[in-house]
């Protein structure tokens, strides 16, 4: 599993409210990315960083921030969550340093919002 | 703009039957491609990669050809097991790792 834990795993939260989703790793990769999946879109990029303080934005990134401010954390945050929002997020990594090797996944978070 | 694509959602196949998934992509620069899989509750797990120098790479029980000229890819599954069962997602592999939609695989007994 590359040492990845998502944070938390199950949320449900109101229209409105900030959220802020944590992807933790232990073996101190330098890519990570973060995805949404829904159904009839499959796997959307939402953004990914290349290194502490370096991020970049994906294929859906507007409503969405992240910071990361050390190497084993990649913070994802919903500063005012929407319906649309509602959506399970997965976390990943690339193995080696120029981002080439294999991508791993955590094992996703679900998100409600009412 | 970019995009990757599988041409079917969902496709039915009898156990013991090889199973052929397909998928598009539309940026002819990319090098570089990988299939998943992704089994319920679960995030995604690789499968086999390629890179646009060649044009099939086998592993165990699993192929994925390249055709560069129609930019096509696809992944054969021999002998298909109900493990197999899942959904099956292709993805064009640069920076930001852009994936198809998927295509949900079903195991008839």
């Known amino acids: 599993d590359a040492g990845i834990t998502q944070s938390p795993r199950h949320k449900v939260t109101e229209t409105g409210t900030p959220v802020t989703l944590r992807c933790h790793q232990t073996?101190?990769?330098?890519?990570m990315y973060w995805y949404r999946q829904d159904p009839g879109h499959g796997l959307r990029l939402i953004h990914y960083s290349y290194g502490v303080k370096d991020t970049d934005k994906g294929e859906v990134s507007d409503g969405y921030s992240v910071s990361r401010s050390k190497t084993e954390d990649f913070l994802l945050t919903l500063e005012s969550a929407t319906s649309s929002q509602t959506s399970v997020y997965f976390c990943a990594i690339v193995t080696g340093a120029s981002g080439t090797g294999e991508l791993f996944f955590g094992e996703g978070s679900r998100l409600t919002v009412l | 703009g970019e995009s990757v694509g599988l041409h079917l959602p969902t496709l039915s196949v009898q156990e013991g039957d090889n199973s052929i998934i397909n998928c598009a992509y539309s940026n002819s620069a990319s090098d570089y491609f990988i299939w998943y899989k992704q089994e319920s509750g679960k995030g995604p797990q690789f499968i086999i990669d390629?890179?646009?120098?060649?044009d099939k790479r086998q592993g165990q029980r699993v192929t994925v050809l390249l055709n560069k000229t129609v930019k096509h890819l696809s992944l054969q599954i021999a002998a298909t097991q109900p493990g197999d069962s899942a959904v099956y997602f292709c993805a064009d592999r640069d920076d930001k790792i852009i994936f198809g939609k998927g295509t949900r695989l079903h195991i008839l007994p």
């Open positions: 390629i890179r646009s120098n060649m």
């Open positions: 073996e101190n990769h330098r890519y």
